[in-house]
């Protein structure tokens, strides 16, 4: 899977809260900002460390900032507080027939397991390793799959004491177990981990237990050094070791927030940036691009809108820039309705006691009442369900501001970071090229792959050879042009991308894949064997062992297959692939039980039921093979062999009718498909039934008049 974004990220179904309200104090003298550099190094080792000795010297605030919902919002399953009812633990999935199941076990280790409705025997289950989201509206799994990290179907939804599937799972095409969580996805939902690479969604283990006190302040090894040596500014001074939001403007305040609760339709991070290090020191716009719609005016509320939202408000507006989230939040601390109304008295009360409150409603006067009941009321985010979030636009009367509903049919983008800084640099087109890919790969939006396309090869050809950036621009082009029907196209880009040592996990498979649709197999397989030297998974193995199937290197192909299969636990295709190769060596035993491997694995697996479908019909076992390809077709109406082979083996049962039926299908679905006519014909005269395979057979005379056994059939049933 191509690389998830914070947009996609809310299917965690897992997005922190805002830090609480909390009376606002008055603010330090600004200081000059602590700046990083352009490119920052990997987490110090000391980092972790440094995060766990902040308590040392401020244990207040690390006490109090462990219980917000940032400081739990990633932990292992085993240990933690049980908030969830596992009596009602269930969720049927309608659309694919599947049923998901949460449990607890005596040793306290969570499990997700998905079984098919009707399926007594067969049920697959993973472990929930960790839980991402605080529990205070959501609590979100992730397991692990051949050693990258995926989310589960199942979310709890807390308000509700629900559980549901999770944001994105209610779809046909719902990912199951194999949503891989990326590090994009980790940026926002936890504290900072490093990625491994190799493969998308492998991590250093274990993960950082939460957000930590280095994603407001920076790496802090330094600093503790500093006061570990009695070293430090006299008191009240900045001290350049540490990054204070406080202590800087309230843009920048406001930046650090906006590492994550800004809503984006795409995030990029600039050349020379990684998703899994980040320090707050560094200008958000030197980091990070959020992209939005031109069209959207900010008017959708949704579950990452805090910033866009209250930037509609007027109370942002006529602040001229000072109203920053910690106006309002205390990140270190839970918040009350008295931190809540003293946020808003800090603008809208007099210090006088029983001074007039700026505000009609006579409840007001009472201490007891918090303003933002009233002027930010809670309601249902568009995107994440069964959740109420803090509507952060500051109005009167809520829900009756008038504003037109978003475009969403624009294909154009907006910075939402770089605000009114224009995007025609070379960098910053080049990053709006790389968000209308994540538009049409991973949403799915077609009309962002012209204009991908388009940004891309304008970008890329004007840009100089030493610009940061140009591979990951040349092999999303090349990804591209490969879902456009252009492979030598693809080639060329994908080409270059490598000359310019591109970082991409996913970039051998990519290539590989071009350089086969242009005919190049040799190359292709190159490209995989090496990444197998590097980094071997079960799907290179698997495309490696279907490239030498297609020049018919059959023990290759063999061997390639046997090591796809040894590579994953997970995986049905392997060994699916394995059993068809049997079958052409003849190898009817071993094939069945390579095939019978597959369907525990994942028994809807489609080539699965279908070449057991064949091979039952094969070894004259009707009443099996039609028993795999209702199952088959049940999940796949369209798979054109799986209604030939019902047909004939419904045929072979006497099942006359219901074969009839079937051919009736496979000539809907294949009209020029032969055995559509001239098997539905046989069938029929074998059972006495001439005119219908006259009629069938003048049918086939229309639409396939070339086909001599058409002809040959007509003539041999006579007047």
């Known amino acids: 899977m191509r690389r998830l974004l914070p947009a996609l990220l809310l299917g965690l179904a897992a997005c922190r809260e805002a830090p609480p309200p909390a009376a606002p104090t008055p603010a330090p003298p600004t200081a000059p900002p602590v700046e990083a550099p352009a490119t920052l190094p990997p987490m110090s080792a000391d980092q972790a460390a440094a995060n766990t000795a902040c308590a040392d010297c401020h244990p207040d605030e690390v006490a109090s900032f462990a219980a917000t919902g940032m400081g ?53 289950r993973i472990e929930a390793k960790y839980i991402i989201g605080s529990g205070n509206h959501t609590r979100s799994y992730l397991g692990e ?20 599937l999770s944001p ?55 600093h503790v050094a500093e006061r570990t040596a009695g070293k430090g500014p006299p008191a009240g001074a900045a001290d350049p070791s540490i990054f204070n939001p406080g202590r800087e403007s309230p843009e920048r305040q406001l930046q650090t927030c906006q590492q994550c609760h800004l809503q984006a339709d795409a995030s990029v991070v600039h050349a020379g940036q990684r998703w899994d290090r980040y320090d707050p020191r560094l200008p958000l716009e030197r980091y990070l691009s959020v992209f939005r719609r031109a069209g959207d005016d900010g008017s959708a509320f949704t579950i990452a809108s805090h910033g866009r939202r209250l930037a509609l408000s007027r109370c942002a507006q006529e602040s001229q820039g000072k109203l ?49 009941r009233c002027h930010m009321a809670a309601g249902d985010a568009a995107d994440v369900p069964h959740v109420q979030f803090t509507d952060h636009f500051i109005r009167k009367k809520p829900g009756d501001d008038g504003r037109p509903p978003e475009d969403r049919k624009t294909t154009s983008l907006v910075d ?42 304008a970008v890329l050809k004007e840009a100089p050879d030493a610009m940061a950036g140009r591979a990951t621009g040349f092999a999303a082009l090349g990804r591209a ?19 310019l040592d591109v970082d991409d996990p996913s970039f051998p498979e990519d290539y ?63 060994v699916t692939e394995l059993a068809a190769l049997l079958l052409r060596e003849g190898d009817v035993v071993g094939a069945r039980q390579q095939l019978g491997l597959a369907l525990q694995r994942d028994l809807t697996h489609g080539p699965a039921l279908l070449r057991l479908g064949l091979l039952d019909l094969q070894t004259n076992r ?92 007509l003539q041999a049933l006579g007047p």
Request: proline letters at 6%; a neutral charge; glycine letters at 8%.
């Open 72 to 124: 739990r919002s990633l932990a292992p399953a085993v240990g933690a507080a049980v908030i969830e009812d596992y009596e009602k633990a269930e969720v049927a999935h309608p659309a694919s027939g599947f049923v998901y199941r949460a449990t607890r076990d005596a040793d306290g280790r969570l499990w997700q397991e998905e079984r098919l409705a009707g399926e007594a025997t067969w049920v697959r």
């Open 145 to 164: 799959v051949d050693g990258q990290l995926v989310q589960l179907p199942l979310t709890w939804y807390s308000r509700r004491r629900i559980w549901d």
């Open 168 to 222: 994105g799972y209610d779809q046909a095409g719902q990912p199951r177990f194999s949503r891989l969580v990326e590090a994009p996805c980790l940026f926002c939902h936890n504290g900072l981990t490093p990625a491994l690479g190799g493969v998308p969604a492998r991590f250093r283990d274990p993960l950082a237990h939460g957000i930590g006190c280095d994603r407001c302040h920076g790496d802090g090894a330094a």
């Open 324 to 372: 920053a989230c910690t106006s309002c939040h205390n990140p270190h601390t839970t918040a009350t309705d008295e931190t809540h109304r003293n946020a808003c008295l800090s603008c809208h009360g007099e210090d006088k006691p029983g001074a007039k409150l700026h505000c009609s409603d006579a409840a007001a006067a009472s201490p007891e009442t918090p303003c933002h």
């Open 416 to 457: 939402l970071v770089a605000r009114a800084a224009p995007l025609d640099g070379l960098d910053a087109r080049l990053r709006v090229g790389l968000a209308h890919t994540f538009l049409w790969e991973r949403q799915h939006q077609q009309p962002h792959l012209a204009e991908a396309v388009q940004t891309l090869e």
């Open 481 to 499: 042009y490969a879902r456009q029907g252009r492979p030598g196209d693809a080639v060329a880009a994908f080409e270059k991308a490598r000359s």
């Open 512 to 574: 590989s894949a071009a350089l086969a649709a242009a005919g190049k197999l040799d190359d292709a397989r190159g490209v995989l064997q090496a990444a197998l030297a590097r980094f071997p998974t079960a799907d290179r193995w698997l495309r490696l062992g279907m490239l030498h199937l297609r020049d018919g290197h059959l023990p290759a192909a063999r061997a390639a297959f046997e090591s796809a299969a040894a590579a994953t636990t997970w995986s049905p295709a392997p």
């Open 622 to 713: 009707p009443a099996e093979a039609a028993v795999h390809l209702d199952r088959l077709l049940a999940r796949e109406p369209e798979a054109v062999p799986g209604w030939l082979l019902r047909a004939q083996a419904r045929g072979k049962l006497g099942r006359v009718d219901e074969a009839l039926a079937d051919y009736a299908k496979l000539r809907e679905l294949a009209p020029t498909r032969a055995e559509g006519y001239l098997e539905a014909a046989r069938l029929a005269l074998d059972h006495g039934r001439k005119a219908d395979a006259t009629a069938l057979l003048t049918l086939a005379a229309g639409r396939l008049p070339r086909d001599p056994r058409v002809a040959a059939m």
